[in-house]
T-cell receptor, first 114, second 111 residues
Framework: GAGVSQSPSNKVTEKGKDVELRCDPISGHTALYWYRQRLGQGLEFLIY????????KSGLPSDRFSAERTGESVSTLTIQRTQQEDSAVYLCASSQGVRRYEQYFGPGTRLTVT | GEDVEQSLFLSVREGDSSVINCTYTDSSSTYLYWYKQEPGAGLQLLTYIFSNMDMKQDQRLTVLLNKKDKHLSLRIADTQTGDSAIYFC???????????FGAGTRLAVHP
């Protein structure tokens, strides 16, 4: 079956503009995660969705970052008034209910803020 | 707090074994993971181990967990050029809501 997909694969934006990143999880996966990977670093957790429960937003770095998910489908990560330090690869992962300890990652969106 | 550390670089000869090491700080970690990232690609889940185990073997991969020392290692037998990549150690703590990653170890395989 299809894996996690993300779009766009690359995004270049000007400082101060808003961007929206999209994630399509694996079908049937109830949990969805967003991470950020800065150049040469490991992944930083941003936000977690599980079914209809309130999301865990504890990793969002500022109020310029927000994310939504409708049910158990697509999620969008929005970054408002982008800054140069937002440049990174944004990775989405999903996991299945009974095997939530296995997170499968998408290819990421490389965001460059100029 | 939660922290995962790993060495940044490892170079091995093709055919030799590679051992990548990782230390973590959270004693309540439930699962520990190894992910592989090839250039321009996303993360591939290689293997993971539950915290009540001390070893897991999967073909050429052997994971060793020393819970007392909070030390995790990944051994790759008969390392091939296709194993060249960045390997990330990660831990899952408490619930299932997030993974804490190390900075990654770049494995270079030379002939």
């Amino acid at each position: 079956g299809a894996g996690v997909s993300q779009s766009p694969s690359n995004k270049v934006t000007e400082k101060g503009k808003d961007v929206e990143l999209r994630c399509d999880p694996i079908s049937g996966h109830t949990a969805l995660y967003w991470y950020r990977q800065r150049l040469g670093q490991g992944l930083e957790f941003l936000i977690y969705f599980q079914g209809n429960s309130a999301p865990d937003k504890s990793g969002l770095p500022s109020d310029r970052f927000s994310a939504e998910r409708t049910g158990e489908s697509v999620s969008t990560l929005t970054i408002q008034r982008t800054q140069q330090e937002d440049s990174a690869v944004y990775l989405c992962a999903s996991s299945q209910g009974v095997r939530r300890y296995e997170q499968y990652f998408g290819p990421g969106t490389r965001l460059t803020v100029t | 707090g939660e922290d995962v550390e790993q060495s940044l670089f490892l170079s091995v000869r093709e055919g030799d074994s590679s051992v990548i090491n990782c230390t973590y700080t959270d004693s309540s970690s439930t699962y520990l993971y190894w992910y592989k990232q090839e250039p321009g690609a996303g993360l591939q889940l290689l293997t993971y181990i539950f915290s009540n185990m001390d070893m897991k073997q999967d073909q050429r991969l052997t994971v060793l967990l020393n819970k007392k020392d909070k030390h995790l290692s990944l051994r790759i037998a008969d390392t091939q050029t296709g194993d060249s990549a960045i390997y990330f150690c990660a831990e899952m703590t408490g619930g299932y809501n997030k993974l804490i990653f190390g900075a990654g170890t770049r494995l270079a395989v030379h002939p």
